[in-house]
């Protein structure tokens, strides 16, 4: 089973989103890649270890700080006591899943609706 870290806790500076975790991550490589939880409605970065996937959950309460960091350009960081890895194409891959959930009613009408409410509204 693929290890999972939930992100619970995000900090919005100037220059950076960091989303903050207790779990382990050193050695952890950012996969560049971000699928979707349509059932809990959040966005998964996979980052990979010498023997398989970790998922990064990023759940629905932190979608205005993920909207944000997309309107500003800003890196985002996952960090865990002194350490932190930057999701490298994180941004590039956020707006590819959102033009591709965008009226796509394979991820499901809920989850559609409020991707589209949330990020595609003008």
């Known amino acids: 089973m693929k290890r999972k870290i939930i992100i619970q806790t995000a900090i919005l ?8 975790t207790d779990e382990f991550i050193n050695g952890l490589i950012p996969g560049e890649q971000i699928l979707v939880d349509s059932d ?9 270890d010498q023997n ?9 309460n932190l979608w205005p700080y ?3 960091a997309n309107e500003k350009k800003l890196p985002l960081l996952v960090k865990s006591n002194q350490e932190q ?13 959102l033009s591709n959930i965008k ?7 809920e989850l559609v609706t409020k991707v589209e409410e949330f990020f595609l509204s003008v």
């Open 13 to 20: 500076t100037e220059n950076e989103l960091i989303l903050e």
């Open 40 to 48: 809990n409605s959040a966005f998964i970065y996979l980052m990979e």
């Open 85 to 97: 890895i930057e999701l490298i194409s994180f941004l590039e891959e956020l707006e590819y899943i």
């Open 66 to 68: 993920l909207k944000t």
């Open 103 to 109: 009226g796509n009613s394979n991820y499901g009408d």
């Open 52 to 60: 398989d996937y970790t998922y990064i959950v990023l759940s629905e």
